[in-house]
């Protein structure tokens, strides 16, 4: 014997149109969950990395790093903690520059430096102080982020989808039970009479 899941010649009279509807629906969320999500997430993560990498690229293109001196200790009025050691401070830094020769900015160096240490200072273009271009691995984790973004998405969406139909067939199912049961309940419950 071969079982048909969704076929007309199992329908018995306790299956309503809602039940047939609610089944195809199960079905057409499943292959969209199966075929969409991952689609979504390639193409999501796809999209990001290039443009994440672009920037990376622009930003490597325009940005260099310097050698530079400290000049003067980072302001803190306490020595300190392991914790602020590791955070960056702003410090007064000199360095030469090959055009323009030797140059002072305010840049951010690590906060237990002394007057005297080197440190690196990244520069833009114009020679203003900057953040070091995005690596590699920043790049790489921002586009399977937005990937895993848009895949979680796409898949909260179809399920969403699949649950208000849900509902509605429920509701729909509860209409044709009553009005069915409208039709036949009298003929039961004054069987005996």
Do not use: F, I, N
């Not at 309503?16 to 969950?33: I, K, Q």
């Amino acid at each position: 014997m071969r079982t048909r899941v969704l076929s007309r010649r199992r329908r018995g009279p306790l299956c309503r149109r809602s039940d047939v509807v609610e089944a195809w629906t199960a079905v057409a969320v499943a292959v969209l969950l199966c075929l969409t999500v991952p689609l979504a997430g390639v193409l999501t993560t796809r999209w990001a990395y290039e443009d994440a990498r672009a920037a990376a690229d622009e930003q490597r293109a325009d940005r260099h790093r310097v050698r530079a001196e400290v000049l003067e200790r980072p302001s803190k009025a306490h020595s300190p903690t392991e914790s602020e050691r590791r955070h960056a401070s702003r410090a007064t830094v000199r360095w030469t520059d090959p055009d323009d020769g030797t140059r002072t900015a305010l840049a951010r160096v690590p906060a237990d430096v002394r007057p005297g240490d080197p440190v690196h200072v990244w520069l833009d273009s114009r020679g203003r102080e900057v953040l070091p271009p995005v690596d590699d691995a920043s790049v790489w984790q921002y586009g399977v982020g937005m990937g895993t973004l848009a895949a979680g998405s796409t898949a909260a969406v179809l399920l969403l989808a699949h649950r208000a139909t849900r509902r509605v067939a429920l509701r729909r199912r509860l209409e044709e039970w009553e009005r069915d049961w409208a039709r036949t309940g009298p003929l039961w419950t004054h069987r005996g009479v």
